[in-house]
T-cell receptor
Framework: GDSVTQMEGPVTLSEEAFLTINCTYT??????LFWYVQYPGEGLQLLLK?????DKGSNKGFEATYRKETTSFHLEKGSVQVSDSAVYFC????????????FGKGTRLSVIA | GAVVSQHPSRVICKSGTSVKIECRSL??????MFWYRQFPKQSLMLMAT?????????EQGVEKDKFLINHASLTLSTLTVTSAHPEDSSFYIC?????????????FGNGTRLTVT
Protein backbone atom coordinates (compact mmCIF):
# COMPACT_ATOMS: atom_id res chain seq x y z
CA GLY A 1 0.00 0.00 0.00
CA ASP A 2 0.87 3.65 -0.09
CA SER A 3 3.28 5.00 2.49
CA VAL A 4 5.17 8.13 3.46
CA THR A 5 8.56 8.20 5.14
CA GLN A 6 9.84 11.30 6.88
CA MET A 7 13.12 12.00 8.56
CA GLU A 8 12.88 11.38 12.26
CA GLY A 9 13.04 14.24 14.67
CA PRO A 10 13.25 16.08 16.77
CA VAL A 11 15.06 18.74 14.81
CA THR A 12 16.47 21.66 16.76
CA LEU A 13 17.69 24.73 14.92
CA SER A 14 18.77 28.22 15.78
CA GLU A 15 16.73 31.12 14.49
CA GLU A 16 17.56 32.02 10.87
CA ALA A 17 19.03 28.59 10.15
CA PHE A 18 18.19 26.67 6.99
CA LEU A 19 15.63 23.90 7.33
CA THR A 20 15.24 20.70 5.37
CA ILE A 21 12.84 17.94 6.32
CA ASN A 22 13.11 14.96 4.02
CA CYS A 23 10.05 13.12 2.78
CA THR A 24 9.80 10.20 0.38
CA TYR A 25 6.78 8.24 -0.65
CA THR A 26 5.62 5.04 -2.27
CA UNK A 27 2.37 4.98 -4.17
CA UNK A 28 0.68 2.77 -6.72
CA UNK A 29 -0.64 5.68 -8.71
CA UNK A 30 0.12 9.34 -9.16
CA UNK A 31 -0.61 10.99 -5.85
CA UNK A 32 -0.98 14.56 -4.71
CA LEU A 33 1.52 15.52 -2.03
CA PHE A 34 1.06 17.73 1.00
CA TRP A 35 2.82 19.20 3.97
CA TYR A 36 0.72 19.86 7.06
CA VAL A 37 1.80 21.65 10.22
CA GLN A 38 0.53 21.06 13.73
CA TYR A 39 1.17 23.68 16.38
CA PRO A 40 1.07 22.60 20.03
CA GLY A 41 -2.40 21.57 21.15
CA GLU A 42 -3.98 22.23 17.78
CA GLY A 43 -5.19 20.33 14.77
CA LEU A 44 -3.48 20.20 11.42
CA GLN A 45 -3.18 23.07 9.00
CA LEU A 46 -2.30 22.70 5.37
CA LEU A 47 1.07 24.29 4.74
CA LEU A 48 1.53 23.59 1.03
CA LYS A 49 0.73 21.08 -1.66
CA UNK A 50 1.71 19.87 -5.12
CA UNK A 51 -0.41 17.83 -7.46
CA UNK A 52 1.97 16.84 -10.27
CA UNK A 53 5.61 16.25 -11.01
CA UNK A 54 7.91 19.28 -10.81
CA ASP A 55 5.21 21.35 -9.13
CA LYS A 56 6.56 23.51 -6.35
CA GLY A 57 4.32 24.25 -3.40
CA SER A 58 5.16 27.28 -1.31
CA ASN A 59 3.74 29.15 1.64
CA LYS A 60 5.08 31.31 4.49
CA GLY A 61 8.63 30.90 3.22
CA PHE A 62 8.39 27.11 3.06
CA GLU A 63 8.84 25.27 -0.23
CA ALA A 64 8.66 21.71 -1.47
CA THR A 65 9.04 20.34 -4.99
CA TYR A 66 7.31 17.21 -6.25
CA ARG A 67 10.10 14.98 -7.57
CA LYS A 68 8.67 11.96 -9.32
CA GLU A 69 12.04 10.55 -10.27
CA THR A 70 13.15 10.36 -6.65
CA THR A 71 9.62 10.00 -5.19
CA SER A 72 10.40 12.84 -2.83
CA PHE A 73 8.78 16.01 -1.50
CA HIS A 74 11.35 17.57 0.82
CA LEU A 75 10.32 20.60 2.83
CA GLU A 76 12.71 23.57 2.96
CA LYS A 77 12.85 27.00 4.46
CA GLY A 78 15.73 29.39 4.12
CA SER A 79 15.49 31.08 7.50
CA VAL A 80 13.42 29.61 10.30
CA GLN A 81 11.81 31.56 13.11
CA VAL A 82 10.87 30.59 16.65
CA SER A 83 7.24 30.69 15.55
CA ASP A 84 7.94 27.84 13.11
CA SER A 85 8.33 25.44 16.02
CA ALA A 86 5.74 22.74 15.39
CA VAL A 87 5.30 19.21 14.09
CA TYR A 88 5.40 18.86 10.32
CA PHE A 89 3.64 16.03 8.50
CA CYS A 90 4.23 14.93 4.94
CA UNK A 91 1.20 13.26 3.37
CA UNK A 92 -0.13 11.90 0.13
CA UNK A 93 -3.52 11.26 -1.37
CA UNK A 94 -4.28 9.11 -4.37
CA UNK A 95 -6.81 10.32 -6.92
CA UNK A 96 -8.96 13.41 -6.80
CA UNK A 97 -12.01 12.00 -5.13
CA UNK A 98 -12.78 11.41 -1.51
CA UNK A 99 -9.67 9.54 -0.53
CA UNK A 100 -8.05 9.92 2.87
CA UNK A 101 -4.55 11.14 3.44
CA UNK A 102 -1.69 8.83 4.25
CA PHE A 103 0.65 10.53 6.69
CA GLY A 104 4.28 10.26 7.55
CA LYS A 105 5.15 10.00 11.23
CA GLY A 106 5.76 13.70 11.63
CA THR A 107 8.90 15.66 12.40
CA ARG A 108 9.06 17.89 15.43
CA LEU A 109 10.91 21.13 14.82
CA SER A 110 12.14 23.32 17.65
CA VAL A 111 13.63 26.69 16.79
CA ILE A 112 15.57 28.45 19.50
CA ALA A 113 16.35 32.14 19.65
CA GLY B 1 -11.75 29.29 3.12
CA ALA B 2 -13.17 25.94 4.03
CA VAL B 3 -13.40 25.35 7.75
CA VAL B 4 -13.98 22.24 9.77
CA SER B 5 -15.11 22.71 13.35
CA GLN B 6 -14.66 20.04 15.99
CA HIS B 7 -16.20 19.98 19.45
CA PRO B 8 -15.29 19.59 22.24
CA SER B 9 -11.62 20.45 22.17
CA ARG B 10 -10.98 18.64 25.43
CA VAL B 11 -12.96 16.13 27.42
CA ILE B 12 -12.24 14.15 30.53
CA CYS B 13 -14.50 11.25 31.33
CA LYS B 14 -14.64 8.32 33.69
CA SER B 15 -13.94 4.80 32.60
CA GLY B 16 -17.07 3.09 31.33
CA THR B 17 -18.84 6.21 30.12
CA SER B 18 -19.39 7.27 26.52
CA VAL B 19 -18.18 10.42 24.84
CA LYS B 20 -19.48 12.05 21.67
CA ILE B 21 -17.29 14.17 19.45
CA GLU B 22 -18.82 16.38 16.76
CA CYS B 23 -17.29 17.39 13.47
CA ARG B 24 -18.91 20.06 11.31
CA SER B 25 -18.07 21.47 7.93
CA LEU B 26 -18.94 25.14 8.28
CA UNK B 27 -19.11 26.46 4.75
CA UNK B 28 -19.30 23.43 2.54
CA UNK B 29 -21.15 20.16 2.36
CA UNK B 30 -19.15 17.02 2.95
CA UNK B 31 -20.50 13.67 1.87
CA UNK B 32 -17.39 12.11 3.33
CA MET B 33 -15.47 12.89 6.49
CA PHE B 34 -12.44 11.12 7.89
CA TRP B 35 -11.68 10.37 11.51
CA TYR B 36 -8.08 10.08 12.60
CA ARG B 37 -6.48 9.18 15.90
CA GLN B 38 -3.12 10.50 17.00
CA PHE B 39 -1.08 8.83 19.69
CA PRO B 40 1.58 10.83 21.53
CA LYS B 41 4.59 11.50 19.32
CA GLN B 42 3.11 9.42 16.54
CA SER B 43 1.48 10.01 13.25
CA LEU B 44 -2.19 10.21 12.51
CA MET B 45 -3.85 6.88 11.96
CA LEU B 46 -7.00 6.74 9.89
CA MET B 47 -9.76 5.16 11.94
CA ALA B 48 -12.72 5.32 9.62
CA THR B 49 -14.37 7.03 6.71
CA UNK B 50 -17.73 8.55 7.54
CA UNK B 51 -20.24 8.50 4.69
CA UNK B 52 -23.36 10.65 4.74
CA UNK B 53 -26.47 8.52 4.71
CA UNK B 54 -24.69 5.19 4.91
CA UNK B 55 -22.49 3.14 7.18
CA UNK B 56 -18.99 4.21 7.99
CA UNK B 57 -16.04 2.28 6.63
CA UNK B 58 -13.63 1.24 9.35
CA GLU B 59 -9.93 0.57 8.99
CA GLN B 60 -8.56 -2.78 9.96
CA GLY B 61 -8.18 -3.15 13.69
CA VAL B 62 -10.68 -0.41 14.59
CA GLU B 63 -13.66 -1.71 16.55
CA LYS B 64 -16.82 -0.37 14.98
CA ASP B 65 -18.88 -1.13 18.07
CA LYS B 66 -16.42 0.82 20.17
CA PHE B 67 -16.16 3.83 17.90
CA LEU B 68 -19.63 4.61 16.61
CA ILE B 69 -19.77 6.98 13.68
CA ASN B 70 -22.91 8.72 12.51
CA HIS B 71 -22.98 11.03 9.51
CA ALA B 72 -26.55 12.23 9.67
CA SER B 73 -26.25 15.30 7.50
CA LEU B 74 -23.97 16.79 4.88
CA THR B 75 -22.33 19.03 7.46
CA LEU B 76 -22.13 16.87 10.58
CA SER B 77 -20.39 13.67 11.54
CA THR B 78 -20.14 12.38 15.08
CA LEU B 79 -17.76 9.91 16.69
CA THR B 80 -18.93 8.28 19.90
CA VAL B 81 -16.40 6.44 22.00
CA THR B 82 -18.49 3.92 23.87
CA SER B 83 -17.60 2.47 27.26
CA ALA B 84 -14.37 4.39 27.24
CA HIS B 85 -11.26 3.01 28.90
CA PRO B 86 -7.95 4.66 29.72
CA GLU B 87 -6.35 3.16 26.61
CA ASP B 88 -8.85 5.16 24.52
CA SER B 89 -7.22 8.35 25.75
CA SER B 90 -5.89 10.04 22.66
CA PHE B 91 -6.18 12.98 20.29
CA TYR B 92 -8.99 12.51 17.77
CA ILE B 93 -9.11 14.64 14.65
CA CYS B 94 -11.74 14.83 11.95
CA UNK B 95 -11.26 16.06 8.43
CA UNK B 96 -13.20 16.71 5.27
CA UNK B 97 -12.61 17.84 1.73
CA UNK B 98 -14.58 20.60 0.02
CA UNK B 99 -15.99 18.94 -3.12
CA UNK B 100 -16.55 22.32 -4.69
CA UNK B 101 -12.81 22.98 -4.99
CA UNK B 102 -10.59 21.30 -7.54
CA UNK B 103 -7.86 19.21 -5.91
CA UNK B 104 -9.07 20.43 -2.56
CA UNK B 105 -6.86 19.36 0.33
CA UNK B 106 -8.26 17.84 3.46
CA UNK B 107 -9.31 20.42 6.03
CA PHE B 108 -8.89 19.39 9.63
CA GLY B 109 -10.70 20.22 12.79
CA ASN B 110 -8.65 21.34 15.76
CA GLY B 111 -8.92 17.95 17.36
CA THR B 112 -10.36 16.60 20.58
CA ARG B 113 -8.12 15.58 23.44
CA LEU B 114 -9.85 12.72 25.23
CA THR B 115 -8.66 11.67 28.67
CA VAL B 116 -10.29 8.67 30.29
CA THR B 117 -9.66 8.34 34.01
Amino acid sequence: GDSVTQMEGPVTLSEEAFLTINCTYTATGYPSLFWYVQYPGEGLQLLLKATKADDKGSNKGFEATYRKETTSFHLEKGSVQVSDSAVYFCALAEGSGNTPLVFGKGTRLSVIA
Amino acid sequence: GAVVSQHPSRVICKSGTSVKIECRSLDFQATTMFWYRQFPKQSLMLMATSNEGSKATYEQGVEKDKFLINHASLTLSTLTVTSAHPEDSSFYICSARDPGQNNSPLHFGNGTRLTVT
